[in-house]
């Protein structure tokens, strides 16, 4: 019998309908929170194709320690921890790495996250119309507020 992970996503990986196309299934899912960090779009792309000025999600500590995010915490099976690698090009694009989550009920749990390494990113990046629109069938696990930030990010197209 294998293990069981926790995996924060916080890109489109939260939308679930994106998530089983990747190849990855789940055992549970819930809404959770990460204190003092915060979405950006800043991760440079490794598509050749891709558009000038796209930026991929990436998330990273907030400048003075306050505020939150939200992402979906998936409960899956440990078989698909290469997959993950695989889609986040870990470790050469993004660092896998563990890190305090709070669910709904206020407790405590670790899970694993991916973080672009700094080398990766760069600023005044922005996402494109199509990732928003992936992010956007990730509603119904996001808060009202959180959910219309991400809405309102300025995009590349």
Do not use: C
């Not at 305090?100 to 996250?113: A, E």
């Amino acid at each position: 019998m294998s293990n069981i992970i926790k995996f924060f996503a916080y890109g489109e990986l939260m939308n679930e309908a994106h998530f089983r196309e990747q190849g990855l299934d789940y055992k549970a899912k819930s809404s959770v929170t990460l204190s003092a960090w915060r979405i950006v779009f800043n991760k440079i792309p490794t598509d050749a194709d891709a558009p000038p000025g796209l930026g991929l999600a990436n998330i990273e500590p907030t400048p003075n320690n306050a505020g939150m995010m939200f992402g979906i915490l998936y409960e899956m099976d440990e078989t698909y921890l290469p997959r993950l690698d695989e889609i986040h090009q870990a470790p050469e694009e993004y660092q896998r790495k563990v890190v305090r989550f709070t669910q709904h009920d206020f407790n405590m749990t670790n899970g694993l996250v991916y973080v672009a390494r700094q080398e990766k990113t760069k600023s005044g990046l922005k996402p494109s119309k199509a990732m928003l629109k992936t992010l956007k069938g990730a509603k119904q696990g996001l808060t009202m507020l959180y959910f219309s930030k991400l809405m309102i990010t300025p995009t590349i197209d």
